[in-house]
Nanobody
Framework: QVQLVESGGGLVQAGGSLRLSCAASARPSSTYTMGWFRQAPGKEREFVARTSVNGITYADSVKGRFTISRDNAKNTVYLQMNSLKVEDTAVYYC???????????????WGQGTQVTVSS
């Protein structure tokens, strides 16, 4: 199973930017969906963004502020986060799975998570 390692989290002021990276230990199938979820304290894990052969989709809460991209040559997916808000504070998890399993959270691989904290 592919191992995923996130990096790029940290502390930033509201309105600032961060770029998260997720490196895969091996090249996921080209048909795999890769993307990001997040989990804030006391809340359930929620979908943020994904990229697949079917295109790119975002959660409504991040549309226009976050951009997901994928570099297949580097087995890496990125999440550029701009105009960050306090409510974006969460642990961000990278995920790779077959398309149909991605939002269900079953199968595939998860990263260990990286903390993003946005201060007011």
């Amino acid at each position: 199973q592919v191992q995923l390692v996130e990096s790029g989290g940290g502390l930033v002021q509201a309105g600032g930017s961060l770029r998260l990276s997720c490196a895969a230990s091996a090249r996921p199938s080209s048909t795999y969906t890769m993307g990001w979820f997040r989990q804030a304290p006391g809340k359930e894990r929620e979908f943020v963004a994904r990229t697949s052969v079917n295109g790119i989709t975002y959660a409504d809460s991040v549309k226009g502020r976050f951009t997901i991209s994928r570099d297949n040559a580097k087995n890496t997916v990125y999440l550029q986060m701009n105009s960050l808000k306090v409510e974006d504070t969460a642990v961000y998890y990278c995920r790779a799975s077959p398309y149909g399993d991605f939002l269900r959270g079953r199968g595939g691989s998860w990263g260990q998570g990286t903390q993003v904290t946005v201060s007011s």
